[in-house]
Every structure is written in structure tokens, then in C-alpha cells.
């Protein structure tokens, strides 16, 4: 265990922790026992907010594959929580910013349309998704994909 640390602390910092969440992934699988999984998707067309909405909320073990919202303004934040902690919390134009740095978190604004997508977000007991508009806003198309253990 001590010879990975090493490895690891030689790495470039973003490259050490894809590998050290890989290494856990994995390691997770294996311990936990999980088998068999299922699929799942969520999907919402043409929906207008004014208030949060909670687009996912699942309990057990899974990962969220992609999440990805299409709005017609860049006015909404976002919220995700695994495992009772808040991962994620950022309006779209921080967004825009980190996902610059962040290879999870990609959001763009492509002839005005506000294209956020996330992926890759493991948890072990729970996983929530919120939008909170901050006015009025049309969620064109949201889609979310992920897998809970069974």
C-alpha cells in the first residue's frame, strides 16, 4: 500500500486523484459485493422553473453516468449531495469556469442554449440532483443516466 502512495504522490496532483478514484471504485466493487446492476434514466422536455426542482433523488448504491441539462438561460444553479454531502453547489457561469479544470463537469453556452453536463458521480447510500432557477427559466431537455446496485 505504502509503494501506491508513492506512485501516486509523484503524479501531478489532478492525475493522482482520477487514478486514487479509479483505485476506489474498483476496490468498491469488490468488497461491496455488487453483482448486478440497473439502469435508469430520467428525462424532462420543455419543463419552465421558477423554484427548485429536484430532478433526481435515489437511494443505495450507484453513479450517476451523465446528467446533462439543456436551458434556455444561464440563470440556475445547481445542487448535487451523495451520501448526506453536498458535492456540488455552483450557478451555471461558476460552472462555466470550473469546467474549464474539472473533467467531470463540462458547460457551455452554445448559440443560446446552456448546455450543463456532469458525469461520473459514484456514491455508496444516496444521491440528489436539484435545479434552483434564479428567475424563470425553460429546462429544454434534461436527461440523467445511472446505475443502482441491486
Request: hydrophobic share 45%.
Amino acid at each position: 500500500m505504502s509503494e501506491v502512495r508513492e506512485l501516486l504522490r509523484e503524479l501531478p496532483i489532478p492525475l493522482a486523484i482520477i487514478i486514487a478514484e479509479e483505485i476506489r471504485g474498483a476496490v468498491e466493487e469488490i468488497i461491496g459485493g455488487v453483482g448486478r446492476w440497473a439502469t435508469r434514466s430520467i428525462t424532462l422536455k420543455d419543463v419552465t422553473i421558477e423554484r427548485v426542482t429536484e430532478v433526481l433523488s435515489v437511494e443505495g448504491r450507484g453513479k450517476v453516468r451523465e446528467a446533462v441539462v439543456v436551458a434556455d438561460s444561464p440563470d440556475f444553479a445547481v445542487y448535487v449531495e451523495t451520501d448526506g454531502r453536498v458535492v456540488l453547489d455552483f450557478t451555471f457561469p461558476n460552472l462555466q469556469k470550473l469546467s474549464e479544470v474539472m473533467v467531470n463537469v463540462d458547460a457551455i453556452d452554445r448559440d443560446g442554449e446552456y448546455l450543463l453536463r456532469l458525469s461520473d458521480i459514484s456514491f455508496l447510500s444516496s444521491c440528489t440532483l436539484r435545479l434552483r432557477p434564479l428567475g424563470r427559466v425553460t429546462l429544454k431537455h434534461v436527461l440523467v443516466i445511472y446505475d443502482v446496485a441491486q
